[in-house]
């Protein structure tokens, strides 16, 4: 009790979120506050949930002598770009941190490398940049990393520190200004089978990513990789074989050429999405690639702007498909009576 009310006077709550909090009924079990949760086992905090509360302030030391504390959720309040505290890193039984739109600013401290337990850490949107991600080396237990809008220019190492999350699914680097990866066959072979959603989105990548990707398919439900700079690159044959590939976001990334053959083996695309960039071919051709076994599952298609050219094909046997972006293209012929339902209701036929 003591310790959280130390922490409580570190902050400002304009909003008198934490009311339940308060010094003048300590004989109140801390355990009933809100946003505190304690083990059935121990009575000890193991769990401080104050998302999306608007407080400000500091973080006190005293948050420490939690040392029981599992779950430290501080996203989406406004600390007024102080420093993630370093003595974060010694709540090492943490295996959940949380402080995305938060507001901090500074470097990452590193002795977030201590917390080895971890196996979700948000810091996206929240700090300005980080000069190395060494200290991801010692997270081995980490699924879900998110380090969006955090300047990572100068930071070489990148995709290597990945590649040593043995059980990472989840990869958030949107935003980042990551500079080329620098690949060798070492990375390429060590890249982590495990992950399931990867976001690189808005980075000015080069083509040279792919070589990394090639390895990753094994899983790989979600993979976003739109506003980079492949500069006239094709997509490659490969994505083909990532068997369980739902979801593909790769516009205005300037990719040419067709879609590759090998998408007749996408059994469970859901959405594909491949805006404003230079691709080739005859729509039908595209379609009839898709139809060998995403006309099943597929829900979402976007090949506007991309100089697809041709007349509109039928799309009966796209069962599941709900949107459909053709604007832009080099079309021509009559709409088939099957894409009447997603025209606008007030557009003539």
Not at 157 to 180: D, F, S, T, Y
Not at 233 to 252: H, Q, V
Not at 289 to 316: F, H, V, W
């Given at each position: ?142 699924k879900y990393f ?106 205005d990334s300037r ?71 053709l604007r832009g ?21």
């Amino acid at each position: 009790m003591q310790a959280l009310l130390a922490f409580k006077q570190g902050l400002v709550d304009d909003d008198n979120r934490l009311l339940s909090w308060e010094r003048l009924v300590q004989n109140k079990d801390c355990c009933q506050w809100d946003g505190v949760y304690c083990s059935n086992h121990i009575g000890h905090v193991v769990k401080l949930d104050l998302g999306d509360q608007s407080l400000q302030g500091t973080i006190s030391p005293k948050l420490v002598e939690l040392q029981d504390l599992e779950y430290l959720n501080l996203s989406f309040n406004n600390f007024s770009r102080s420093q993630i505290p370093d003595f974060i890193g010694s709540l090492k039984n943490l295996r959940y941190l949380d402080l995305s739109y938060a507001n901090f600013g500074g470097e990452i401290p590193y002795q977030l490398e201590n917390l080895t337990h971890l196996e979700y850490l948000d810091l996206g949107h929240s700090i300005n940049h980080a000069n190395n991600l060494n200290w991801l080396s010692n997270l081995s237990c980490l699924k879900y990393f998110d380090l969006s809008y955090t300047n990572l220019t100068g930071v070489v190492g990148w995709l290597e520190a990945v590649n040593m999350l043995p059980k990472l699914r989840n990869l958030i680097l949107q935003g980042c200004n990551l500079p080329p990866p620098i690949i060798s066959s070492v990375s390429v072979m060590n890249s982590s089978k495990s992950l399931v959603h990867v976001d690189l989105s808005y980075n000015n990548l080069k083509s040279s990513i792919f070589q990394w990707l090639s390895g990753t398919h094994t899983n790989l439900v979600d993979l976003d990789l739109s506003r980079n700079n492949f500069n006239g690159s094709s997509i490659p044959d490969y994505f083909g074989n990532m068997s369980s590939l739902a979801y593909l976001t790769l516009p205005d990334s300037r990719l040419k050429g067709g879609i590759p053959n090998s998408f007749a083996k996408l059994c469970r695309l859901r959405e594909l999405d491949l805006w404003a960039n230079s691709l080739s071919g005859q729509l039908s051709d595209f379609v009839e690639t898709l139809s060998k076994c995403a006309q099943m599952t597929l829900e979402r298609l976007d090949i506007s702007y991309t100089n697809i050219s041709g007349s509109l094909p039928d799309l009966t046997n796209f069962l599941s498909l709900k949107d459909l972006s053709l604007r832009g293209n080099n079309l021509s012929g009559r709409i088939p009576e099957i894409l009447i339902g997603f025209l606008p209701s007030n557009c003539e036929t």
